[in-house]
């Protein structure tokens, strides 16, 4: 019977609705109908989390970082909204707060898990009101080194101990050769935690890799269209393509949970039959005559002795007469 163990999937929808609760509504049905497990926004409150004058990532320089945060935020009531829109779709609800007030706001949501953006990593505070929930906690890696993520690790697990630490790196768009998938093998041997991967790179083959390499949550940016305006749309993944990331997901599960032994045959054996060769008379031999090359070829179908036997028959006597054109069988030798 096939494992049926899946990968958690989380489409990473942010702030690419741009404060639109219609087009966050849109952006649920696509992940849901797709097959996500979960979709992730943004929580953020622009006068808890971000002076006036913060500068911007060179990514996104259209608007200020407080003007972007206050014009597209959401209120409770529209978190509320989501949340329930999510839940009738079939899917989870997650969102990344980014101050203690988002803690507050995502509490009265209700949400089942939370994610720790990478910007947040040193931020001792909000860990430990996160971690006072006693919800899951998506741990992302992006922006710390060890000495960091150890303190965040240890900071939550006082309090518990469902962690996942995500391998994210901090780039937008991440570069192929900054993945960090050899990170993943080092979380998990660090931390004996469930190890995530937040995927920033173009194309889906660094998720598909994460999840052969061990994953067991992948993340990616989600957009209806790469074209709508925000900071993450031209870094995000389109249905379509999300679509195939999530079936290779898939595949790959079906792969990595059926392991195969290479000892049992049992599937081949007509295949063998077919391809393999057998040793074969290349002449009539009488009985009692020493086997020489020139007697023998090897040909298909299989069947009859190896061709692994070739040299072990070689100068040993046949015990019966042998047509030409036959198949040995390993009683017709004398292998005294």
């Known amino acids: 019977m096939t494992n049926t163990?899946?990968?958690?999937?989380i489409a990473e929808i942010g702030m690419n609705h741009d404060g639109s609760i219609g087009q966050a509504k849109a952006f649920i049905d696509a992940a849901a109908e797709i097959g996500v497990s979960a979709v992730k926004f943004q929580t953020h409150i622009a006068d808890a989390e971000t002076l006036f004058n913060a500068p911007v990532p060179a990514y996104f320089q259209s608007e200020s970082r407080y003007n972007y945060f206050k014009r597209t935020a959401f209120s409770l009531e529209e978190h509320i909204q989501l949340k329930i829109h999510a839940e009738k779709a079939g899917i989870d609800f997650i969102s990344s707060p980014f101050s203690l007030e988002a803690v507050d706001l995502l509490e009265q949501v209700g949400v089942i898990k939370y994610k720790v953006p990478s910007g947040e990593i040193t931020n001792i505070p909000l860990l430990e009101k996160i971690a006072k929930t006693g919800k899951q906690i998506l741990l992302s890696s992006g922006m710390s080194n060890f000495l960091e993520l150890d303190e965040a690790y240890q900071i939550i697990k006082d309090y518990h101990s469902d962690i996942v630490v995500m391998q994210c790196s901090s780039q937008y768009p991440c570069p192929?050769?900054?993945a960090g998938l050899n990170i993943i093998q080092e979380i998990k041997e660090r931390y004996r935690v469930p190890v995530g991967f937040s995927d920033h790179t173009h194309g889906i083959a660094a998720?598909?890799?994460a999840v052969v390499l061990g994953a067991t949550v992948v993340e990616k940016h989600f957009t209806i269209s790469n074209k709508l305006y925000g900071p993450d749309s031209k870094n995000s993944l389109e249905p379509d393509d999300f679509r195939r990331m999530i079936e290779g997901i898939r595949q790959i599960?079906?792969?990595?949970?059926?392991?195969v032994d290479k000892n049992d045959l049992s599937k081949y054996h007509n295949m063998k039959y077919i391809f393999q060769k057998?040793?074969?008379?290349c002449m009539y031999i009488q009985a009692g005559t020493i086997i020489t090359p020139e007697m023998i070829a090897l040909k298909k179908p299989g069947g009859g002795l190896s061709p692994r036997y070739y040299s072990k028959i070689m100068g040993k006597k046949t015990n019966k007469d042998i047509l030409k054109d036959s198949t040995f069988d390993y009683n017709d030798i004398d292998w005294e």
């Open 5 to 9: 163990k899946k990968t958690y999937i």
């Open 176 to 178: 192929y050769e900054e």
């Open 207 to 209: 998720s598909l890799a």
């Open 253 to 259: 599960e079906i792969m990595m949970n059926n392991p």
């Open 278 to 281: 057998s040793i074969v008379t």
